[in-house]
């Protein structure tokens, strides 16, 4: 089968990979001469909307999926009435938009935190008013990783928080103090059979995904799987899906969705019995899903900004090493570290061993 992917960073290498035992054959549309999953695959080297470009990627594809939330979503509704793409086109345009997207958490009766959309000033004023401080001032669109995100504590900080932001349209959200995060990566097939891995807890720092540690019987695994079924089913969903919520007490709050293969399922290439990107290749090409049993305890730790040493890393048991490829910027994911153990004594005390390893640059 060939696959067209737009994007072609690390999510884009890692499902080529999943891809070799299906003898999968890869093209992917990224306008970055150094996109690092170009080692597994064509590259065509150009803009997401570069209409010939396009045209290249459809010739070369008998099935589309994008690994990215830039692309627009009219982009993605065009390559769907020549081949098969997914996730569908309203899902990236959900996603892609904050205030979409809780929209559509509420009309599902899915909780989520108090939340306003801004597009002004004047608004965010009403909007404090209303929320409350503290609370995060988020931009609808592009903001990733904890970028395009402001706390507001005190007064002061409100003034000119929406010129701040870049007089873009916003949401205010109320500050959760969260008890953890966690997150839920889920599959459905072009039958609509749904498969969804363990809860996953994760621990960010300045934003970003630090750590990720699947849970086994965990009490919120059938209240998240719950609330990502009523998303998948009500969206006609087709891929891999990630659902990002808050914890407080025995409640969920739903952050964000991403419509794609995502870094706090990573665990699942060594972990589970069948990786979030084998499965998303399998939904989108119309194959039977495999099972997302975990297979032992295990978490995943972020490379960024700075590889460590990876001798050393290697030494510690259990661990499974993953270098991008990508040139090293502070900020920016290079890599990541899955850990396996034969318990969760045994794990805690290897991720100890790793994390005292761990360079990380966050910027
Ligand atoms: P996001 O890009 O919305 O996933 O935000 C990145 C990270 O910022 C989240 O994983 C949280 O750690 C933190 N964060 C975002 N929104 C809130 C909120 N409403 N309350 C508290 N922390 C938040």
């Not at 960010?204 to 009523?230: F, K, T, W």
């Not at 952050?255 to 589970?272: K, Q, Y």
Request: aromatic share 6%; glycine share 8%; net charge negative.
């Amino acid at each position: 089968m060939r696959i067209g992917v737009i994007g072609g960073g690390q999510l884009g290498r890692m499902l080529a990979e999943a891809g070799a035992g299906f003898d999968a054959r890869f093209t992917f549309l990224d306008p970055s001469e150094s996109a690092c999953a170009a080692v597994h695959g064509r590259h065509i080297q150009a803009d997401w909307n570069d209409t010939a470009a396009l045209e290249q990627l459809l010739a070369a594809s008998d099935a589309i999926t994008f690994e990215f939330e830039n692309v627009s979503s009219d982009v993605v509704a065009m390559l769907a009435e020549q081949r098969p793409a997914y996730p569908p086109a309203r899902a990236l345009a959900t996603a892609r938009d904050r205030w979409s997207e809780k929209s559509l958490f509420r009309s599902l009766d899915i909780p989520l935190p108090p939340v306003a959309k801004i597009d002004s000033q004047a608004d965010l004023d009403a909007a404090v008013a209303d929320i409350g401080l503290p609370a995060v001032l988020k931009t609808r669109t592009l903001g990733y990783d904890g970028k395009g995100q402001k706390v507001l504590r005190q007064a002061d900080d409100v003034t000119d928080a929406f010129a701040e932001l870049g007089n873009v349209p916003l949401v205010l959200e109320g500050f959760i103090d969260f008890d953890h995060e966690v997150s839920v990566v889920a599959v459905r097939g072009r039958d609509g059979e749904t498969r969804v891995w363990p809860l996953v807890r994760n621990e960010h720092r300045q934003g970003m995904l630090h750590c990720s540690v699947p849970q086994i019987d965990h009490p919120l695994q059938a209240q998240a799987e719950d609330y990502a079924n009523r998303v998948l089913a009500e969206l006609d969903y087709v891929g891999v899906m990630a659902f990002e919520f808050f914890v407080q007490g025995d409640t969920l709050l739903a952050n964000e969705i991403a419509p794609r293969v995502h870094n706090s399922g990573h665990w699942t290439i060594e972990g589970a019995e069948t990786s979030q990107f084998e499965n998303h290749l399998r939904a989108v090409c119309g194959l039977p899903l495999g099972s997302t049993t975990r297979l032992a305890p295990c978490a995943m730790l972020n490379v960024i900004g700075a590889l460590p040493e990876r001798d050393a890393v290697l030494a510690v048991p259990g661990t499974r090493w993953h270098d991008y490829g990508k040139a090293p910027r502070p900020g920016r994911k290079i890599g990541h570290i899955t850990v396996l153990a034969a318990s969760d004594a045994q794990l805690q005390e290897r991720l100890n061993a790793v994390q005292r390893l761990l360079t990380n640059d966050l910027g």
